[in-house]
């Protein structure tokens, strides 16, 4: 029986780090620990929707929680090659999270954490009325309706964003190398972004709106296909060498080819 939320918060454990895992070592891990709390991403450049999920965990981990709630992490390079989990739980993509207790998977988070205190009320939501359970005693609901597929505005807007991070990665690069051009570098993405508000603030929507595993594999694919339009704008428009170290002429190639950059 577990108590309700609000009273596991009055009685709220030390918080301590994130422990890092294989995803050998998952199964083993959470069937030995009362409550464990998994998050799934990857440092993969090419995961967009993995930038920024494993600070927001970090934050969470840091907060007051329940006693004996563990966090841990689950990591995997390239992010789209998904670990074989068995029949621990399902996995459609990344960022996600699970709850477990004793080893018996309790529910979800879908998506990148949006603040490290709404994650945490979900956590304790899930731990205080799991859905598992709930399926097993409650009578089935009717089938939810899927989600309305993505139009061809709001994947446009995606795209963006995914774009965007990648540029961001491009050019931080660039900056650091040659740290005399940096202004120049931050100032071309700064315009290709400020003419693309539209698009990124419309995406940043979507982002938080559109949380289902339906929603995450298609901007998985999304994100999949947008890697390969920018590899192609970097060697065939650019004429760059994917294989080397940019030079200073390089980055400058690719600031100025910003601005005719859709």
Avoid at 43 to 66: I, N, T, W
Avoid at 161 to 171: E, G, P
């Amino acid at each position: 029986m577990f108590m309700p939320w609000a009273v596991t918060l009055m009685l709220s454990g030390t918080p301590g780090a994130v422990q890092e895992l294989k995803p050998r070592e998952l199964a083993a891990y959470v069937a030995s620990h009362e409550l464990v709390v998994v998050q799934l991403t990857s440092p993969d450049p090419g995961c967009g929707y993995c930038k920024g999920a494993d600070r927001v965990f970090d934050m969470s981990a840091s907060l007051p929680h329940q006693p004996g709630l563990s966090y841990v992490r689950v990591q995997w390079t390239p992010w789209r090659q998904i670990p074989d989990f068995g029949k621990l739980m399902p996995v459609y993509g990344v960022p996600m999270q699970y709850v477990f207790s004793k080893g018996k998977l309790l529910g979800d988070i879908s998506g990148r954490p949006a603040g490290a205190q709404a994650f945490l009320g979900k956590v304790n939501a899930i731990i205080a009325d799991p859905p598992a359970e709930r399926v097993a005693v409650e009578p089935a609901p009717a089938q939810e309706a899927p989600s309305a597929p993505l139009s061809a505005d709001e994947q446009g807007a995606l795209r963006q964003m995914i774009r965007r991070d990648m540029l961001r990665q491009v050019t931080g690069k660039c900056a650091n190398r040659y740290p005399d051009h940096a202004r120049a570098y931050q100032e071309a993405l700064r315009a290709w972004s400020g003419v693309h508000q539209a698009g990124l603030s419309q995406a940043a929507t979507l982002m938080l709106a559109r949380t289902s595993r339906a929603d995450a594999a298609a901007m998985g694919k999304l994100a999949a296909e947008e890697q390969d339009t920018m590899r192609a704008w970097h060697t065939d428009k650019l004429g760059l060498s994917p294989l080397k170290a940019p030079t200073r002429d390089d980055c400058d190639k690719v600031a100025a080819g910003l601005k005719e950059l859709p």
